[in-house]
Structures are given as C-alpha cells and as structure tokens.
C-alpha cells in the first residue's frame, strides 16, 4: 500500500506544481476580518511550517484548508484543479489529514483499534481483526515507529511521543498526500520531540506535502524546508528555510515586517 | 509477534495500570464471599446445590439487567431507568398472554413487550442525543414515567393489578417456566459439552491462527488455560443443576434461564466486540470528540445503545416475572436498578465510559446475589444488611474503578 502511494506522489511530485495552492483566501467572522487575500503554496516533499502569533489566524487557515470553515472569498487549487472543500469527508477524500493538537485519539481502544477507527474493515458484517492489525503493523514499520511494546496496547498506556506517531501514522495510513499537524512538539519532552521531528521527515522523505504549525522556532528550523508567516491574518511571507534566520521570523511574527532585505514577500493582490 | 506466557503477564499488567482492572477483583470477591458463607451459613447450606441453583435465579434477573446497563455505562452514560422500563414490558406480556382477556400466543406477547421497552429506550436516547439532555435527568424522568405507566398497565386485566402466570395454559406456563423449568438432565450434559467444544475450538484456532501470522496472540498455554476455565465453570454448574434439588420428589436439569442469560451474554459480547457498532459504542464512551471527528455518528451509536439498554432490560424484568410467577404492583423497580449499576461496575465497567464487557455484568450479578443470598441464609432479619453491604461492596467497585483510573492518567501525564 505504502509503496504504491510513493509511487503515485512520484509521479505528480515530476510535473513540479505544488500539491496545494491557497489564492487570495478571505475569511471574516462578523466584523472580524481573520485571513486576509491570503496566498500559500504546499509543494510535494517539503515540510512548510506556518507560524504566527497567537490570533494570528492559523487555526483558521487550517481550518479552512481541512473542510471544517468555509473561505469568504478565494479559491483553494489541488493538484492544479479548483476545489470546493465543504467538511472534513471532502479533505479526507482528497487527501488531506489533520493531527490536531489533541490528537483526537481514544484513550481505552488500542493502537489498531485507533488508527481505524471510523474505517474498519469487516468481513461478513464481524470486524476484521486480523487484517486490520497487520496493515496498522505496516504502518508503523515503514515510519520507524517501533517503540511501542505491542499495538494491541490501550493508548492511555503509552508516551507523548508515541501517541503523536500513532496519530501520524493513523493520518498517513488513508493514502494522504498532504498532512497537516497542529503544534505537533507541544508538550512533548526533548527525547519525544526528537521522535516526532524525525517522523515528519520520514513523511516528507515519502513525498508527502507536510504543514506543521508551531510555536517552537527551534523545531521549525530543524523540520522546515519553507516557513510561512501569518501576521493579523495576513501572510507576509514565505519562503525558504535556508533563506530566512530566527531573528527574522521573529521579526515577522511580531511586527508583520522586516526592516532589512529577507524573505519574498507574499504577492498581495 | 507470538508472545511468551510471561510477556502476555506483563501486557495484562500494563492493561490493569492502564485503568482496566478486569476481572481479577470480581473473581476473588466471588471467593471470598463464597468461604464466608459457607463457613457461617446453617450447616453450610450455602454451597448446597439447591441453594445454588436458587442463587443463579435471584443473579440471572441482575445479570441480565446489569448488561443492559452496560450500553449505558460503556457509553459514558447511565440508564435509572430500566428496572421499571423492563417491568412495562413484561407487565404487558403478562397481560396479553392471560386467557380470559386478550389471551395472544405467547411469541407475539414477548414482542409487544420487548417492542415497547426499545421504542422506550429509543425516545430517551433521541432525547439525550438530540436535546443534548444529560442522560440522568432524562432517565430519572423515565423511570418515574415507567413506574406510572407499569402501574397503569397492571389495572387493565384480571386480578385487580395481580395478573399471574398460574393456570394450566400453555402460554402461562411458558413464560413460568422460564425461571422454574429445566431441561433433561442428560439433554443438559449434551447441550453443555456443544458449548464447550464449539468455544474451545473456536477459543483454540482462532488464537493460533493469530500466531502463525504473527499478530498479537496469547500463547498457547494461555489458550489452554482459558479452554480449560470454561470447560470447569460447564462441568460444575451442569453438575450442580443436574443434582436432585428437591425435598420431595425429582427436581434436576440446567434451568431455562442459563441458556437464556448465556444467549444475552453472547450476542452482546458479539455485538459489542466484533462489530462496527460495538467499536463505536466503546470509542464514543473513551472519546465522544475523537469519534465525531473519525466520521461515526455518535447521535444514532447513542441513541441506538439507549435502545438496546431498555430491550436488555425488557428480557430481564420479563425473567423477574417469570420468578415471581407473574406482576405486582410492588416490583422492586428502583432497587434493582441500583441492583444492575452496583453488579455492572463490581464485575469491572467503568463509571466513566468506555470500559467494560457483558461479562462484567455476569460476574457483578453472582457477586450481589451472592450477598443477597447469604444474608439471607442467616435469617430474616439481615434485609438492612443487604443494603449496607451490597453498598459497601458498590462502593469498593467505585473506588477501585477510580484509583485504576487516575493511575492510568497521572501515569500518561508522568511520560508525556
């Protein structure tokens, strides 16, 4: 399964274009103007990090990205064609799963059970166990998740950090080809976080189009091949990771400019 | 991935710190309650067979009525309400069924009955689902609906709110005998060693299949063992059945009621493990957000669990009256409840959602009839008794419950 999709995201990944194109996105709520003509790229194979202040609107651009708001005005372009995202079936169907910050993981069902949830196999109407846990058993393997004792284990029993692989991989099981994950090192100790930034390269590795939003700069600059900033709900930029330094996303963070020659400017039309 | 004996001991030590306790509590609070008694009850007369049988009667009402329970609990939920639910639908089949008035076949006067309990169930779960009431308010308002509309039933036919089940007809007898009826006691030893060896077989290479793919299995040793438990819980109980049990005459055989409960028990053990619905109704009591976000439809998985609570709840109360040999007006409706939480959360459900099996109900059911029954061994006088320590005993079952609980979650935290 895992291999077929690498081949798949290959094959467009050639054609150049990104996977994801976010053009002059609107989004009000009531009076409150939240995303402004924003304009965002999510090539195939690289880790885009989206950062911003508190209120700065990233949870609703993602939100819109995911089906769960729908944009004012502007269109979102997948693999080139306009797209109507209407809820989360829509992204799920085309590819695009969300590890929320809560990992939306329950505690009592195991790893298995987890990573299926919502989409069981079942033969003749009776769950099948069997091939479900060998697929989730693949998973985990081809992403290195093999910390975990036994994935017939409950979630509650296990680590931050392995909780946040069991959410990835539940998300990269579908076929995905653009993961979006919600403040994946929060809360996480130094030798989780290390586990999960490792995992997203895996994921980008694949050739999958990863967004990651997060506060930790740190983590961005070791993950991130490109840095996107959202400031008051509008994105002042984006570019490489290489082409920009901590003191200037800062910079963009908290004032929306920067006083010397950094990054591209996002295009405002 | 085939695990040795050992690390299968480990795993299940993970699970219990993991907040699921098992069946371990429930097991040796049977035991001890089984020494107690027998050693202070009047000549012992605890383990006698007859007493035993008398025992799996007054546990077989509870049992069913905890696993009907159980929907509501797994769900993260609870139900006040089947005692009185399940006592309308029996109160109607008792009635249709009465020969000088409605006088129905006793098959469609169990589904009438069975009929109004899940449409019952139904409401209250549309309600709870819909209005986004908590469940007990809601329940509480359908349990003092229930108590009026059983009472109300009871008024329609013969006897002035007595209907019975005495009389020659076929159809009275039928549902008498579920509770008093048993089955040839050669019939019975067949029957047993059927269930015995389907489940083995089943138990023995489904587990091995598991580990020649290499999935997660318990090793065969533990395979064995399991088999093995159910093949001595088969052997006593039919021994103990098939042992003359009356003081005058012959009284032998497995009663009706154990297949009955054995039935509810495997089909809601089905139901609830290896199925869709079964998973959803577990991840909606773990994690109702994580649910809706995977796409399951948490309205219909609940409302549909409050269905399947007030059917359970139906077989069970329909039982009870069998035991009474009909209907009466003081049917201990809102004792039994307490009854059906206190066995469900004793044989190891949680209060809180998202843990438990019909099994739990079963085991918490022996326990308190256990109690119940003991107690009443020494005498009349110990009714306040059976309050005080089934209580006690509740009690136990919560604080176990919690402790698990908060272990497992201080225990994530520790390692995040």
């Known amino acids: 399964m895992t291999g077929d999709m690498t081949a798949a995201v290959a094959e467009q990944h050639a054609t150049g274009a990104p996977l994801l194109k976010v053009r002059g996105l609107d989004k009000h709520f009531g009076p409150v103007q939240a995303l402004y003509h924003v304009e965002l790229d999510l090539p195939y194979g690289k880790v885009t990090a989206l950062c911003g202040d508190n209120g700065a609107g990233k949870s609703v651009l993602t939100k819109c990205i995911a089906g769960i708001y729908q944009p004012d005005h502007g269109e979102i372009l997948w693999e080139g064609h306009p797209v109507h995202i209407r809820n989360a079936r829509d992204s799920a169907r085309l590819g695009i799963e969300t590890v929320y910050q809560d990992l939306a993981l329950a505690d009592n069902l195991d790893i298995v059970q987890n990573m299926f949830l919502g989409r069981e196999r079942v033969r003749s109407r009776l769950l099948d166990e069997d091939s479900m846990e060998r697929a989730a058993a693949e998973t985990l393997a081809s992403l290195h998740v093999t910390t975990v004792r036994s994935i017939r284990q409950p979630v509650a029993s296990l680590s931050g950090g392995q909780r946040q692989s069991v959410a990835v991989a539940k998300a990269v099981m579908w076929n995905s080809k653009l993961v979006i994950m919600d403040e994946p090192t929060a809360a996480l100790g130094v030798a989780q976080t290390r586990q999960v930034l490792d995992l997203i390269k895996r994921l980008r590795d694949r050739g999958l189009a990863v967004m990651v939003i997060s506060h930790n700069l740190t983590d961005v600059f070791e993950v991130a091949d490109r840095i996107a900033v959202l400031y008051l709900g509008r994105l002042v930029v984006q570019d490489d990771a290489s082409a920009m330094d901590l003191q200037t996303v800062v910079e963009y963070m908290t004032t929306g400019r920067y006083s010397r020659t950094g990054g591209t400017r996002a295009r405002e039309s | 991935m085939a695990q040795s004996l050992g690390e299968y001991v480990r795993a299940y030590t993970a699970r219990i710190k993991a907040g699921e306790s098992g069946v371990l509590p429930v097991i040796a609070a049977m035991l001890a309650i089984m020494v107690v008694f027998t050693v202070i009850s009047p000549n012992h007369v605890f383990l006698s067979p007859g007493n035993l049988v008398n025992l799996f009667q007054q546990a077989a009402v509870i049992m069913v009525l905890a696993m009907a329970e159980g929907f509501a609990l797994i769900l993260g939920e609870i139900d006040l309400s089947v005692g009185f639910v399940g006592a309308c639908g029996a109160a109607i089949t008792v009635q249709l069924i009465q020969p000088i008035t409605t006088n129905w076949h006793w098959i469609p006067a169990i589904l009438a009955g069975l009929l109004f309990c899940t449409v019952f169930g139904m409401i209250q779960g549309m309600l709870i689902t819909r209005l986004r009431l908590p469940s007990f308010i809601v329940t509480l308002a359908g349990y003092l609906i229930a108590n009026g509309v059983f009472l109300y039933i009871l008024l329609r036919g013969p006897f002035s709110g007595y209907p019975n089940l005495a009389g020659l007809g076929d159809n009275l007898s039928i549902i008498y005998r579920l509770m008093w009826g048993a089955i040839d006691p050669t019939v019975s030893w067949i029957g047993a060693g059927v269930v015995v060896i389907g489940l083995g077989l089943f138990i023995w290479f489904g587990d091995s299949r598991r580990r020649r793919s290499g999935l997660v299995a318990p090793p065969a040793s533990l395979s064995l063992v399991k088999i093995g438990l159910i093949a001595v819980v088969a052997l006593v109980v039919v021994a103990i ?109 949680s209060l809180f959602g998202g843990r438990g099996k019909p099994l739990h109900g079963v085991l918490g059911g022996l326990v308190i009839a256990g109690i119940y029954n003991g107690l009443y061994l020494q005498g009349i006088s110990s009714v306040e008794w059976q309050y005080i320590v089934t209580g006690l005993v509740l009690l136990a079952a919560v604080v176990i419950d919690a402790v698990s609980r908060r272990g497992a979650a201080s225990g994530s935290v520790t390692r995040a």
Request: hydrophobic share 50%; with cysteine; aromatic share 10%.
């Open chain 2, 241 to 349: 059945c098939n042992t003359n049990r009356a003081n005058l005459g012959t009284l032998e055989g497995v009663p009706w009621f154990i297949p009955i409960v054995l039935g509810v028990l495997g089909a809601w053990t089905i139901l609830l493990q290896r199925t869709k619905f079964g998973r959803y109704v577990y991840a909606i009591g773990g994690n109702a957000e994580a649910a809706r976000r995977a796409g399951i439809n948490v309205s219909r998985v609940r409302t549909v669990g409050f269905a399947l609570c007030s059917f359970t709840a139906g077989v069970a109360m329909l039982l009870y009256a069998s035991l009474l040999g009909g209907m009466s007006n003081n049917v201990g409706g809102g004792q039994y409840v307490l009854y059906a939480v206190a066995a469900a959360v004793i044989g190891g459900t």
